[in-house]
């Protein structure tokens, strides 16, 4: 959530499990690596959301500078951060590859899951947002919204690899 923290649900009951304190400020997405038993976690660094959440919660102690992945264990422990493009939205972890929309930034991210290493980073109209993988035809398609005010056509790009 907007105040660092990552919250464990049992979706059967639905009760709250646990509350761990992350090293985030904006989280917005998450992305679970069941296998490798982590979560990618997109921190914005919204100057915005930062100003906005100071007048609300004006104790709050910034925990780092957004535009980022948090990738932590199961727990919310921290193992790692990436640096994004500005306005990191959607995170994607397939196998080896970690995708990332950078909505400011107008690029896809792509991480190497296990040296964390930034393998591309492709450039695309302003502003990526979404992501879904087509594994059978090698292709990973990225919704492109305009922005707040902006005229024209909302769109979808087709990455093959």
């Not at 660094?45 to 906005?52: P, Q, R, S």
């Not at 492109?144 to 093959?160: D, M, N, P, T």
């Amino acid at each position: 959530n907007l105040q660092g923290q990552l919250f464990v649900l049992n979706t059967a009951g639905p009760e709250l499990l646990a509350t761990a304190e992350v090293e985030g400020d904006q989280l917005l997405n998450l992305a679970l690596d069941a296998a490798g038993e982590r979560i990618f976690a997109t921190d914005q660094g919204n100057e915005f959301i930062d100003k906005m959440r100071a007048d609300v919660l004006p104790d709050y102690k910034l925990r780092g500078e957004g535009n980022r992945v948090v990738v932590m264990d199961g727990e919310g422990r921290t193992i790692r951060h990436l640096p994004t493009g500005a306005g990191p939205v959607a995170p994607l972890v397939d196998g080896e590859r970690l995708y990332v929309t950078n909505r400011d930034d107008g690029t896809v991210s792509v991480f190497d899951t296990k040296s964390y290493e930034l393998v591309e980073k492709i450039a695309l109209p302003v502003h990526p947002n979404s992501l879904a993988l087509d594994r059978e035809r090698n292709a990973l398609f990225v919704t492109v919204k305009k922005g707040h005010g902006e005229k024209g056509a909302e769109s979808v790009v087709r990455i093959g690899f």
